[in-house]
């Protein structure tokens, strides 16, 4: 394989564009930083692995039912941060709190 066939750039470059990774996959990450992070994915197989991979991960994770904590559990996270639990339809009046 020749050289001129890999992707040569400094690492900055790299740690630029995966800085901003989370809005590029929210879909928040302004137009022209946007297509220049795609520009860079296109020539630079690393970040475009980092991207894909974090996507499907973000993708598989919202599929995931939320995890339903046991009692025990809750009662102690809400006493460890020193909160009331939230019960019935949770509208944070403390009326049904013991």
Same mark, same amino acid.
């Given at each position: 394989? $020749?050289? @001129? $066939?890999?992707?040569?750039?400094? &690492?900055g470059?790299?740690?630029?564009? *995966? !800085? #901003? %990774? @989370?809005?590029?996959?929210d879909?928040?990450l302004?137009?022209? *930083?946007?297509?220049? +992070?795609?520009?860079h994915? !296109?020539?630079?197989? &690393?970040?475009?692995?980092?991207v894909? @991979?974090? @996507?499907?991960?973000? #993708? *598989?994770?919202?599929? +995931?039912? !939320?995890?339903d %904590?046991?009692n !025990?559990v809750?009662?102690? *996270?809400y006493?460890? %941060?020193d +909160?009331k639990?939230?019960?019935? &339809?949770?509208?944070? #009046?403390? $009326?049904? #709190?013991?």
């Amino acid at each position: 394989m $020749s050289v @001129t $066939s890999h992707h040569h750039h400094e &690492n900055g470059e790299c740690r630029r564009y *995966l !800085a #901003s %990774l @989370t809005d590029y996959v929210d879909g928040d990450l302004d137009p022209e *930083l946007c297509r220049e +992070l795609e520009a860079h994915m !296109a020539a630079c197989e &690393n970040c475009r692995v980092v991207v894909n @991979t974090m @996507t499907k991960t973000i #993708s *598989l994770y919202r599929q +995931l039912p !939320a995890p339903d %904590l046991p009692n !025990a559990v809750k009662e102690r *996270l809400y006493a460890v %941060l020193d +909160l009331k639990p939230q019960r019935g &339809n949770g509208d944070g #009046s403390g $009326s049904e #709190s013991r």
